[in-house]
């Protein structure tokens, strides 16, 4: 009889032991669950910052090689007057013809002044992205 209380006594024990032990066990599952939502949300935000950064990069990529473009093609037009001036002497041009001289350069002066301020627009590059948007 003794034995059996005994034996009741800790299979009762056992029992209440197992029952704490599960309960803790449960808490800490829920505790998890919910940081690994947290955790899934904050995985989600970031791919989409990735993303958006990268979308970003890539239009950055594209400006950069347009401007790459425009700028080689200034700079042959640069060469194409540089040997153009080599070959006239305007100097003698200049005095020997002043009004066809000045004509030339007004108008010169004009569509540098226009493309000058074209590419110096702080604001082209939003005009493509709200065109392309």
């Known amino acids: 009889m003794k034995i059996g209380l005994i034996m009741g006594g800790l299979l009762l024990a056992t029992i209440a032991g197992s029952a704490y032990w599960i309960d803790s066990l449960q808490d800490k599952i829920g505790v998890l669950k919910g940081n ?14 990735i993303e958006t950064y990268l979308t970003k990069q890539k239009q950055t990529q594209n400006q950069l090689a347009s401007l790459e473009k ?7 037009d640069v060469n194409r007057l540089r040997k153009t001036f080599a ?47």
Not at 40 to 48: F, P
Not at 70 to 76: G, I, L, S, V
């Open 36 to 49: 690994q939502l947290v955790l899934e949300t904050k995985i989600q935000e970031q791919n989409e910052a």
């Open 70 to 76: 425009e700028k080689q093609e200034a700079m042959r």
């Open 87 to 133: 070959r006239h002497d305007l100097d003698e041009l200049a005095l020997a013809k002043p009004e066809l001289m000045q004509s030339k350069i007004n108008k010169a002066s004009k569509r540098v002044l226009e493309t000058l301020e074209k590419l110096t627009d702080p604001n082209q590059f939003d005009e493509k992205d709200s065109n392309s948007g």
